[in-house]
């Protein structure tokens, strides 16, 4: 059994910063990728952005040069640091982690519970 456990959402002003960690915890052999999706109400899942485990990053186009995304391998952690918050920036921000069970398995998606970041303007 695998868990993500996430946070660091709350309300902030337009132009501030917020920062999210997920942290996987449970039995499994190697995380493959860790990364944060963003779904507000009525629209769909996009991807925010995402770190394999050699350090290779996306980043959805509307956050580039605001977020910065990071792991520690070491606490199964990773973190997502949002500058410049926009009011369109506001959605439920859920944690994405592709690991392995055992070296045999597949890689398998889990996903958090989502934590909220609501913006002000």
Not at 62 to 89: C, P, W
């Amino acid at each position: 059994q695998v868990h993500l456990v996430e946070s660091g959402g709350g309300l902030v002003q337009a132009g501030g910063s917020l920062r999210l960690s997920c942290t996987a915890s449970g039995s499994f052999f190697s995380i493959n990728a860790m990364g944060w999706y963003r779904q507000a109400p009525g629209k769909q899942r996009e991807l925010v952005a995402h770190m394999i485990s050699g350090g290779t990053t996306t980043y959805a186009d509307s956050v580039k040069g605001r977020f910065t995304i990071s792991r520690d391998n070491a606490k199964n952690t990773v973190y997502l640091q949002m500058n410049s918050l926009k009011h369109e920036d506001t959605s439920v921000y859920v944690c994405n982690v592709q690991l392995r069970v055992a070296v045999w398995s597949r890689i398998t998606d889990c996903w958090g519970q989502g934590t909220p970041v609501a913006v002000s303007s």
